[in-house]
């Protein structure tokens, strides 16, 4: 047992009553980082002095009772490396950006760095969050703590096993095709991927902008909510960000099921769904229905195009946001080169990694014209018709239900040399953020050892209900407790 | 002579707008003088993760522009993004408006030797500046660039013009106009030499009566009203020789060489940049209510075209007159503020447009922020008009009220300049000037009349200017009877 395996209400409760400093907490984690983490290969790089510096400031605050309630005041957070941290070096996973220091923070951080939290430091992904396995990070291996011979999932890998590894108690990811739910699936943690527009974009190194959304990995529910709490609302610097209110979200914990309308999106159950996963899925579906839940089967009959139209659209959208990263202000550069295009054909050929530059490939094609209409313009169409897909269904029901993957986590290398077998890992996450809706993946249970986490999805701004059902969720199965102890120790917990 | 080959011209200019902070950020939209880089942040630097926000203002500006050029305004537009690789461009694209402009279909009206002229606008969008880059020598076989991101993310309206301009002399009358316009909006300050008013010419040439284009010839480069008429002068000619020789015309872009005089090939229809144009993810489209361009349609300020013909019709000035006092909304607020402060509007428009403009183009200020104010050029004329002072006299006192924001009154009293009527010292003045020209009085006496104005010079310059003519004249007559 370490401090970290108690929620975060239960160590503000410590804090509080001087039980323990945030200086022995914030102590405690960075010792983990150091050991814990030599194995796991979350973090890219700590900073312990800011955190020990901030979390002195925490024990003052809670000390002299200075009015800051803040749940997170004191507690030991982590940053997905996409987020700007001003004055620390942020790569997004990728070698073009090494050296980068960002004069500024994303509103995301400096929320949670008002209310206190206490950051250690920056967390491995995908590079530039592309990927579903960690494994196209430029520096490091990211392992799985339930099984170190697997992937954490991506692209916020280091983010779902630094709360799964008890490193930190929240860290914020990104989620733009499923990258912080099938992290927080494979590594048996709560991952958010709010509504478009709920929380602030501001500093988030841009992966695909009409879909990207930053959110919370924690180890329960309510810890989510309060993460989420913080980081939400609206932000003068992202024009795309929303003033809808978040709603009653503790409220959600406490309400139940009771009477609640739960959709089973036929076309998600009708994929190829690895056994041990469909069945935490039908125990869950049938402990809600006991809880008074009302399931039925409902239909969203455009996801069989949603990876097509996500493929397109997201691609187009990188080959144009990571235009800027010409090699001319940040990066390794391109040493010599006998013109301008050769110059920058260099630095982008040296800085990004395969997986990225086929994307940018990919989305340079899409938007040129001649094929703008056939891709770019059909792709949009489709999205549109997700889109209508949500609206219509969340008329027959409150929210849906399906595994957030179709497999649990699966082997480091076994999937790398088959894009589209990695591509299809997100074919139950991408419709949400092609219809900016609400969803979340909460743990449910395990299959060979390995944890399962469902998915529900709410409507756009609905995040309550996803609260809602995901606490029901994570009550009855009872495992939020149970920590991947030796991580190579594979006994099936359930 | 006339050619059987009619050239169609049409102008794409770029306006940056006289808004206080740029399109995207917090920075000044004015950046001249300041130390390069020093106008920037992490938004206009493109640097990741940061996101742009819409500058309220430089919208208003464009939509109040696209009235006043008598465009459609619609309710729904949005950004875009215009996709190439340059030093000067720090995201990889610039934020621009692709198919949803804030305006289409607009008129501009304007004068060519005399001849009413009316031009399509095509569209006023909005977008934002590119940097500047300095290189070290000439671009081909510079060793290095600098690159100057204070100019980055400034507002620029793209004010696109239907090719509906038949010669090159239309082409600099047409920017004239729209440049007259934009002054008067208070939009953009007109500076063609410091680059915020710019101008790329479409060329292309057909047989005369033919109603399809030929291949079409974008000049650009061209940084005065002189050069564009230079410049598209030097094509036509260019194009009509091609076309008279039977060979065809290249669509491609070529460059104004202000040195050479000469265009020269910059880029071939085969070596375009493909923009990749999309919807800029970034920003949510762009609502504009009617109730909101009916107010910016409300709050338009009178047009020079209709200021100039106000001008005529309401103070019986000559069409040049007009012109000139119309040349600026606030040229033309000085005029009517003299003649309300008094003076006749013909005399206004004469002192205005000659004496004074004269004082306030060698001091390079405008008529409206010199120091002789309204009221005083006023007080001035009526001095005039009602003989106080002579002409000549008035001269010298505009020249000190000029110099010092004087009332013409207080200078004329402190340098003893009013003019003399009083008939005893007029009648000393005359006698002493019939003695010193005993010729010229026996000339005038003998029937010559022009002897009688040598006679008032004589006593003018006795008087050192302040005698009154018209006085003297009289009292002359009366001395020297004719028999």
Same mark, same amino acid.
């Given at each position: 047992?370490?401090?970290?395996?108690?929620?975060?209400?239960?160590?503000?409760?410590?804090?509080?009553?001087?039980?323990?400093?945030?200086?022995?907490?914030?102590?405690?984690?960075?010792?983990?980082?150091?050991?814990?983490?030599?194995?796991?290969?979350?973090?890219?790089?700590?900073?312990?002095?800011?955190?020990?510096?901030?979390?002195?400031?925490?024990?003052?605050?809670?000390?002299?009772?200075? !009015?800051?309630? =803040?749940?997170?005041?004191?507690?030991? %957070? #982590?940053?997905?490396? @996409?987020?700007?941290?001003? $004055?620390?070096? &942020?790569?997004?996973?990728?070698?073009?950006?090494?050296?980068?220091?960002?004069?500024?923070?994303?509103?995301?951080?400096?929320?949670?760095?008002?209310?206190?939290?206490?950051?250690?430091?920056?967390?491995?992904?995908?590079?530039?969050?592309?990927?579903?396995?960690?494994?196209?990070?430029?520096?490091?291996?990211?392992?799985?703590?339930?099984?170190?011979?697997?992937?954490? !999932?991506?692209? =916020?890998?280091?983010?779902?096993?630094? %709360? #799964?590894?008890?490193? @930190?108690?929240?860290?914020? $990811?990104?989620? &733009?095709?499923?990258?912080?739910?099938?992290?927080?699936?494979?590594?048996?943690?709560?991952?958010?991927?709010?509504?478009?527009?709920?929380?602030?974009?501001?500093?988030?190194?841009?992966?695909?902008?009409?879909?990207?959304?930053?959110?919370?990995?924690?180890?329960?529910?309510?810890?989510?909510?309060?993460?989420?709490?913080?980081?939400?609302?609206?932000?003068?610097?992202?024009?795309?960000? =929303?003033?809808?209110?978040?709603?009653?979200?503790?409220?959600?914990?406490?309400?139940?099921?009771? $009477?609640?309308?739960?959709?089973?999106?036929?076309?998600?159950?009708?994929?190829?769904?690895?056994?041990?996963?469909?069945?935490?899925?039908?125990?869950?579906?049938?402990?809600?229905?006991?809880?008074?839940?009302?399931?039925?089967?409902?239909?969203?009959?455009?996801?069989?195009?949603?990876?097509?139209?996500?493929?397109?659209?997201?691609?187009?959208?990188?080959?144009?946001?990571?235009?800027?990263?010409?090699?001319?202000?940040?990066?390794?550069?391109?040493?010599?080169?006998?013109?301008?295009?050769?110059?920058?054909?260099?630095?982008?050929?040296?800085?990004?990694?395969?997986?990225?530059?086929?994307?940018?490939?990919?989305?340079?094609?899409?938007?040129?014209?001649?094929?703008?209409?056939?891709?770019?313009?059909?792709?949009?169409?489709?999205?549109?018709?997700?889109?209508?897909?949500?609206?219509?269904?969340?008329?027959?029901?409150?929210?849906?239900?399906?595994?957030?993957?179709?497999?649990?986590?699966?082997?480091?290398?076994?999937?790398?040399?088959?894009?589209?077998?990695?591509?299809?890992?997100?074919?139950?996450?991408?419709?949400?953020?092609?219809?900016?809706?609400?969803?979340?993946?909460?743990?449910?249970?395990?299959?060979?050892?390995?944890?399962?986490?469902?998915?529900?999805?709410?409507?756009?701004?609905?995040?309550?209900?996803?609260?809602?059902?995901?606490?029901?969720?994570?009550?009855?199965?009872?495992?939020?407790?149970?920590?991947?102890?030796?991580?190579?120790?594979?006994?099936?917990?359930? | 002579?006339?050619?059987?080959?009619?050239?169609?011209?049409?102008?794409?200019?770029?306006?940056?707008?006289?808004?206080?902070?740029?399109?995207?950020?917090?920075?000044?939209?004015?950046?001249?003088?300041?130390?390069?880089?020093?106008?920037?942040?992490?938004?206009?630097?493109?640097?990741?993760?940061?996101?742009?926000?819409?500058?309220?203002?430089?919208?208003?500006?464009?939509?109040?522009?696209?009235?006043?050029?008598?465009?459609?305004?619609?309710?729904?537009?949005?950004?875009?993004?215009?996709?190439?690789?340059?030093?000067?461009?720090?995201?990889?694209?610039?934020?621009?408006?692709?198919?949803?402009?804030?305006?289409?279909?607009?008129?501009?009206?304007?004068?060519?030797?005399?001849?009413?002229?009316?031009?399509?606008?095509?569209?006023?969008?909005?977008?934002?500046?590119?940097?500047?880059?300095?290189?070290?020598?000439?671009?081909?076989?510079?060793?290095?660039?600098?690159?100057?991101?204070?100019?980055?993310?400034?507002?620029?309206?793209?004010?696109?013009?239907?090719?509906?301009?038949?010669?090159?002399?239309?082409?600099?009358?047409?920017?004239?106009?729209?440049?007259?316009?934009?002054?008067?909006?208070?939009?953009?300050?007109?500076?063609?030499?410091?680059?915020?008013?710019?101008?790329?010419?479409?060329?292309?040439?057909?047989?005369?009566?033919?109603?399809?284009?030929?291949?079409?010839?974008?000049?650009?480069?061209?940084?005065?009203?002189?050069?564009?008429?230079?410049?598209?002068?030097?094509?036509?000619?260019?194009?009509?020789?091609?076309?008279?020789?039977?060979?065809?015309?290249?669509?491609?872009?070529?460059?104004?060489?202000?040195?050479?005089?000469?265009?020269?090939?910059?880029?071939?229809?085969?070596?375009?940049?493909?923009?990749?144009?999309?919807?800029?993810?970034?920003?949510?489209?762009?609502?504009?209510?009617?109730?909101?361009?009916?107010?910016?349609?409300?709050?338009?300020?009178?047009?020079?075209?209709?200021?100039?013909?106000?001008?005529?019709?309401?103070?019986?000035?000559?069409?040049?007159?007009?012109?000139?006092?119309?040349?600026?909304?606030?040229?033309?607020?000085?005029?009517?503020?003299?003649?309300?402060?008094?003076?006749?509007?013909?005399?206004?428009?004469?002192?205005?447009?000659?004496?004074?403009?004269?004082?306030?183009?060698?001091?390079?200020?405008?008529?409206?922020?010199?120091?002789?104010?309204?009221?005083?050029?006023?007080?001035?004329?009526?001095?005039?008009?009602?003989?106080?002072?002579?002409?000549?006299?008035?001269?010298?006192?505009?020249?000190?009220?000029?110099?010092?924001?004087?009332?013409?009154?207080?200078?004329?009293?402190?340098?003893?300049?009013?003019?003399?009527?009083?008939?005893?010292?007029?009648?000393?003045?005359?006698?002493?000037?019939?003695?010193?020209?005993?010729?010229?009085?026996?000339?005038?006496?003998?029937?010559?009349?022009?002897?009688?104005?040598?006679?008032?010079?004589?006593?003018?310059?006795?008087?050192?200017?302040?005698?009154?003519?018209?006085?003297?004249?009289?009292?002359?007559?009366?001395?020297?009877?004719?028999?």
């Amino acid at each position: 047992m370490t401090l970290l395996d108690r929620s975060i209400v239960e160590l503000g409760r410590g804090l509080r009553t001087g039980e323990f400093s945030s200086v022995e907490l914030t102590e405690s984690a960075l010792a983990d980082t150091r050991t814990v983490d030599g194995e796991l290969g979350a973090f890219l790089r700590t900073t312990a002095e800011a955190a020990m510096a901030q979390a002195a400031k925490a024990d003052r605050q809670l000390a002299e009772d200075t !009015g800051n309630r =803040s749940p997170l005041l004191g507690i030991p %957070v #982590a940053y997905k490396d @996409v987020l700007c941290t001003k $004055g620390v070096e &942020t790569t997004a996973g990728s070698r073009i950006l090494t050296g980068f220091i960002p004069p500024y923070s994303a509103t995301a951080i400096e929320r949670m760095e008002a209310a206190g939290a206490v950051g250690l430091g920056k967390l491995n992904c995908d590079e530039f969050a592309m990927g579903s396995s960690n494994e196209n990070s430029a520096f490091q291996t990211t392992r799985n703590p339930w099984a170190t011979d697997r992937v954490p !999932g991506g692209s =916020s890998g280091g983010s779902a096993v630094a %709360v #799964a590894a008890r490193m @930190v108690s929240a860290a914020l $990811g990104t989620d &733009t095709g499923g990258s912080i739910r099938l992290p927080a699936s494979f590594c048996g943690v709560v991952g958010v991927k709010p509504s478009y527009g709920r929380v602030s974009r501001y500093g988030l190194i841009a992966f695909a902008s009409s879909l990207d959304q930053v959110g919370p990995l924690t180890k329960t529910v309510e810890d989510a909510a309060l993460v989420l709490e913080v980081i939400a609302g609206l932000d003068a610097r992202d024009s795309t960000s =929303s003033s809808a209110p978040l709603g009653d979200l503790r409220g959600a914990l406490k309400a139940g099921v009771s $009477g609640l309308r739960v959709g089973i999106p036929k076309e998600y159950l009708s994929m190829e769904i690895e056994p041990g996963v469909r069945d935490v899925f039908d125990i869950s579906v049938s402990r809600l229905e006991a809880a008074g839940a009302r399931l039925s089967e409902v239909s969203l009959p455009s996801t069989e195009y949603a990876l097509a139209a996500y493929y397109v659209i997201a691609p187009a959208e990188v080959s144009s946001n990571l235009a800027r990263m010409d090699g001319v202000r940040f990066g390794p550069g391109f040493g010599s080169a006998p013109n301008l295009m050769a110059a920058y054909e260099s630095a982008r050929h040296l800085g990004f990694g395969p997986e990225v530059r086929r994307r940018i490939a990919l989305g340079t094609y899409v938007l040129s014209s001649g094929y703008y209409d056939a891709y770019y313009l059909r792709a949009q169409k489709v999205r549109t018709l997700v889109s209508q897909d949500f609206e219509q269904v969340f008329k027959e029901v409150d929210c849906l239900i399906s595994p957030t993957a179709p497999t649990t986590a699966f082997r480091i290398g076994e999937r790398l040399a088959d894009p589209l077998a990695m591509y299809a890992t997100d074919l139950l996450t991408l419709p949400a953020n092609l219809a900016g809706v609400s969803g979340m993946s909460v743990p449910a249970g395990f299959a060979g050892g390995l944890p399962v986490g469902l998915q529900v999805l709410a409507p756009y701004m609905g995040e309550a209900t996803c609260f809602q059902v995901a606490a029901t969720i994570e009550e009855m199965a009872q495992i939020w407790q149970i920590r991947p102890a030796g991580h190579a120790n594979l006994e099936s917990p359930v | 002579m006339t050619s059987i080959w009619e050239p169609v011209i049409g102008l794409e200019v770029h306006a940056q707008l006289l808004t206080a902070s740029k399109m995207f950020c917090g920075c000044r939209a004015q950046y001249l003088g300041m130390a390069p880089n020093s106008n920037t942040c992490p938004v206009c630097l493109g640097l990741p993760g940061t996101l742009p926000v819409i500058n309220q203002v430089a919208v208003q500006l464009t939509i109040r522009t696209a009235l006043a050029l008598n465009c459609e305004i619609p309710e729904f537009s949005k950004f875009d993004r215009k996709n190439y690789f340059y030093p000067d461009l720090p995201k990889g694209y610039q934020i621009s408006q692709f198919d949803l402009p804030l305006s289409l279909n607009g008129l501009l009206e304007f004068e060519v030797e005399g001849r009413l002229v009316r031009a399509g606008i095509t569209r006023v969008h909005l977008e934002e500046d590119a940097g500047t880059l300095h290189h070290a020598g000439e671009i081909q076989n510079a060793s290095f660039s600098l690159v100057d991101l204070n100019r980055a993310g400034v507002p620029l309206m793209e004010i696109v013009g239907e090719p509906d301009l038949r010669h090159p002399v239309e082409a600099p009358a047409y920017l004239a106009a729209l440049r007259r316009t934009l002054i008067y909006l208070g939009v953009n300050d007109g500076n063609m030499e410091d680059g915020s008013l710019r101008c790329d010419a479409n060329v292309s040439l057909r047989r005369t009566g033919a109603s399809e284009l030929g291949a079409k010839v974008e000049v650009k480069n061209m940084n005065s009203f002189r050069s564009i008429q230079r410049a598209l002068d030097f094509e036509v000619a260019r194009q009509t020789e091609l076309l008279d020789q039977g060979q065809s015309v290249a669509q491609e872009t070529r460059g104004w060489s202000e040195l050479e005089q000469v265009t020269v090939s910059q880029r071939s229809k085969e070596e375009a940049q493909e923009y990749r144009y999309f919807p800029e993810p970034d920003l949510p489209p762009l609502v504009i209510s009617r109730a909101y361009v009916a107010e910016l349609r409300a709050a338009l300020p009178e047009l020079p075209m209709a200021t100039r013909r106000r001008l005529r019709e309401q103070y019986a000035l000559s069409e040049e007159q007009a012109r000139l006092i119309s040349e600026t909304a606030l040229d033309a607020a000085y005029f009517e503020s003299v003649v309300a402060a008094g003076a006749p509007p013909a005399a206004a428009a004469n002192w205005q447009v000659q004496n004074l403009q004269a004082l306030c183009n060698a001091a390079h200020i405008s008529v409206s922020g010199c120091p002789v104010r309204p009221e005083l050029l006023a007080e001035l004329i009526t001095m005039v008009v009602t003989d106080q002072v002579s002409g000549a006299v008035a001269k010298e006192v505009l020249a000190e009220v000029f110099e010092t924001g004087a009332r013409p009154s207080a200078v004329v009293l402190a340098r003893g300049l009013g003019q003399v009527s009083d008939t005893a010292e007029l009648e000393r003045l005359v006698a002493e000037a019939l003695a010193a020209n005993q010729k010229a009085s026996a000339d005038y006496q003998g029937g010559n009349d022009r002897a009688l104005g040598s006679l008032v010079g004589a006593v003018m310059a006795l008087s050192r200017g302040k005698a009154n003519p018209k006085a003297v004249g009289q009292l002359l007559r009366d001395r020297l009877p004719r028999k």
